[in-house]
């Protein structure tokens, strides 16, 4: 499967690392990275997939029931910048990534 | 405002007491001038010894010119079986936070035992949900102000611009202490490009100024979160244990949910004081 067929098949799951401390501080969140100390914020946006990243919800439906309803944007551009910013933060080691679910010990 | 402790220059054979944010550090030496050097390098925060203080007793070598030894070796600070071990290229500490005792091995420069005090306040205010940051502070009309930044952001600039009513803190590295449901900065004798130590008092803290150098005198409210990222960026912490991390990780997120922090950018001159406060 390429990329845009992963994409566009929406299996993404999401579920933040355990080597993280984080806060919600009004509608956006800080998180910083135990391991190198890297402090992040995000917007409110990022905040509402951060907060239903349980790991059992596929991406698509997190950004389904939680961004466009409330941003009122196109589903599928949601869901393209949705990946970009989950693939960003997997890659800064705070999120974890995976195409299937995620259970309590981690993808 | 409130004095902490006497300026009283006394201590006794090769001891003085420094205190800093009301913690006396007491250092022995059998190296007396070394201790005299110590009582001038902190006077204003030399005080009597105390029981059940914190004791650093310090062993003087001579420096090592093998080729070999780095003073610019990276800092290494880590907490094993009880005990923090504090290494750099100029000395070797280690220190036990249950006896309060520790140990320091280093040249007569006065630049390692400033880093080790630095280093053991910085674990001890941390625990007590308050940090060390990279700011310069001043009291005015009985309250503390931060201006923080990295290395040239304009801590200096804008303590030597303070009016005569302003009481300088610190130019360089501030000391912020959780007080009951807020905080407050305390005077420090560690000194930036001003070269001077700050006043050994404390008051409470009215406002972080977060600096940035421009062309208009303009301060505006910033978002928690993102006062929250950039605090943390400026705070010193020397220790990677994960937990300890977490903990400052929640202070630097309480601090800014009750203290206001701004942005704000300056040019040069005095005109920048009439919007502080």
Redesign the interface.
């Known amino acids: 499967m390429d990329e845009r067929e992963r994409v566009n098949s929406g299996d993404i799951y999401i579920k933040p690392s355990r080597?993280i401390?984080a806060?919600r501080?009004?509608d956006?969140?800080?998180i910083?990275s135990?391991k190198d100390?890297k402090?992040?914020?995000?917007n409110p946006t990022a905040t509402r997939i951060w907060s239903a990243a349980d790991g059992a919800t596929s991406l698509r439906e997190i950004v389904a029931r939680d961004v466009v309803p409330e941003f009122e944007v196109d589903a599928d551009t949601a869901y393209q910048d949705a990946v970009e910013l989950v693939e960003e933060l997997a890659q800064e080691g705070i999120l974890l990534l995976a195409d299937h679910p995620i259970g309590k010990e981690g993808a | 405002m409130d004095r902490l402790g006497e300026a009283v220059v006394e201590s006794r054979g090769g001891q003085v007491a420094v205190v800093i944010g009301g913690l006396p550090i007491n250092i022995q030496s059998e190296n007396r001038s070394f201790i005299e050097m110590l009582e001038l390098r902190y006077a204003g925060f030399v005080g009597e010894p105390a029981r059940g203080s914190i004791r650093l007793e310090v062993e003087i070598v001579e420096p090592v010119d093998d080729g070999e030894s780095d003073d610019d070796e990276d800092l290494e600070v880590r907490f094993t079986d009880g005990r923090w071990t504090i290494n750099r290229g100029d000395f070797r500490a280690q220190w036990d936070p249950v006896s309060l005792r520790g140990h320091v091995r280093q040249s007569a420069y006065p630049y390692a035992i400033d880093s080790v005090m630095r280093i053991i306040h910085s674990l001890i205010v941390a625990e007590r949900g308050g940090f060390l940051l990279h700011s310069a502070s001043v009291v005015r009309k009985g309250r503390a102000f931060l201006f923080s930044g990295v290395s040239g952001a304009g801590k200096t600039t804008i303590s030597r611009l303070a009016p005569p009513d302003a009481t300088l803190l610190t130019d360089e590295i501030s000391y912020v202490r959780r007080v009951g449901e807020g905080y407050e900065a305390c005077g420090t004798p560690f000194a930036g490009d001003l070269g001077r130590s700050g006043e050994n008092i404390s008051a409470p803290l009215a406002g972080l100024y977060l600096l940035v150098q421009g062309r208009h005198n303009h301060a505006s409210l910033m978002?928690?979160?993102?006062a929250?990222?950039r605090l943390?960026?400026n705070i010193l912490?020397f220790s990677?244990d994960?937990g300890r991390?977490?903990h400052l990780?929640?202070s630097a997120?309480e601090f800014?949910?009750r203290v206001p922090v701004y942005e704000l950018t300056f040019r040069p001159d005095e005109k920048i004081w009439d919007i502080i406060g």
Do not use: H, K
Request: charged fraction near 25%; aromatic fraction near 10%; proline fraction near 0%.
């Open positions: 080597d401390a806060r501080m009004q956006e969140m800080v910083m135990v100390s402090v992040f914020s995000l | 978002g928690a979160a993102d929250a990222r943390l960026r912490f990677d994960a991390v977490e990780f929640g997120c800014v949910s």
